[in-house]
């Protein structure tokens, strides 16, 4: 069994799922830890009954850790992909997860984003049309005054493939 320090858990609901939008969600998950900017803890997904005919509504049917030495668990993407697992990110901790749904009870660690080049900390992600993922770094290497961040592309098993900024006029749209 999971125990969060409950004055140090950070909690947000990642998506409920495995159904098209229309109907309503079977299961709801969290991604959720105990960490914050300078102390690790662990970083969870639960899975949450949400059907509210079942008998077990608001129970939790499962959970996984998904790093031992998280810092802050922070943004996933705002919806369930439709195939493939979801992004999820430990902010402080500067680490991006993939997590794999597809049996919904037994959710699991999927893969881990490649470091972005120039960049740190990836805060929020969204499904490209072909699959990849797209994500906000928040922070640059300090080559330029301020550090602004970026945008970074990765597929979907969480590779690293192209980043850009704002002055960037070929990234992303081509």
Known sequence: MITLNKAALVALIVATGCKPASEPARYLYVWAGSG???TNGVNVVTVIDADPSSNK???VMAAVTVDSAGRMPHHTEFSLPASGP???NDFSGNKSFLIDYKTPLEPS????FDAVPGGFKPHSFARLSNGHILATVQFGDYTDAGIPGMLAEFDESGKFLRSGSSRDAAFPGE
């Open 36 to 38: 914050n900017d300078t």
């Open 57 to 59: 509504y608001g129970t």
């Open 86 to 88: 979801f992004a999820a």
């Open 109 to 112: 660690l999927a893969g881990k």
